[in-house]
């Protein structure tokens, strides 16, 4: 099982990104993706995640109204678009896959398979 994560780079305050992550080795389908993020000093948070038929899609408040999680299940890819980026979501993000139930989405541990993580940096 892969995920490759991509996407990362310096942005100013305001502006956006968008990551991807390509899953491979496993059936995508079906499959729950999530977001996480770790920032220096802090322990990795849950950022956003999306079930596998994309229906529904769960943020954490910080990111509400800014960030947008989607998926191309034909592609096995999913997406965060981050918009109005603020310092503070400064981190390293990792995309993370499994078959979970919903009560425990947010929770990393919950999670077996990772990418690599990729480095946002936003510059105020």
């Known amino acids: 099982v892969q995920l490759q994560a991509s996407g990362g780079g310096l942005v100013q305050a305001g502006g956006s990104l968008r990551l991807s992550c390509a899953v491979s080795?496993?059936?995508?389908?079906?499959?729950?993706m999530a977001w996480f993020r770790q920032a220096p000093g802090k322990e990795r948070e849950f950022v956003a995640a999306?079930?596998?038929?994309?229906?529904?899609?769960y943020y954490v408040d910080s990111v509400k109204g800014r960030f947008t999680t989607s998926r191309e299940n034909a592609k096995n890819t999913v997406y965060l678009q981050m918009n109005s980026l603020k310092p503070e979501d400064t981190a390293v993000y990792y995309c993370?896959?499994?078959?979970?139930?919903?009560?425990?989405?947010?929770?990393?541990?919950?999670?077996?398979?990772w990418g690599q993580g990729t480095q946002v940096t936003v510059s105020s």
């Open positions: 999306i079930r596998w038929n994309g229906g529904y899609r």
């Open positions: 080795g496993l059936t995508f389908n079906g499959v729950t």
């Open positions: 993370a896959a499994d078959w979970i139930p919903l009560s425990t989405i947010r929770t990393d541990g919950s999670y077996d398979y």
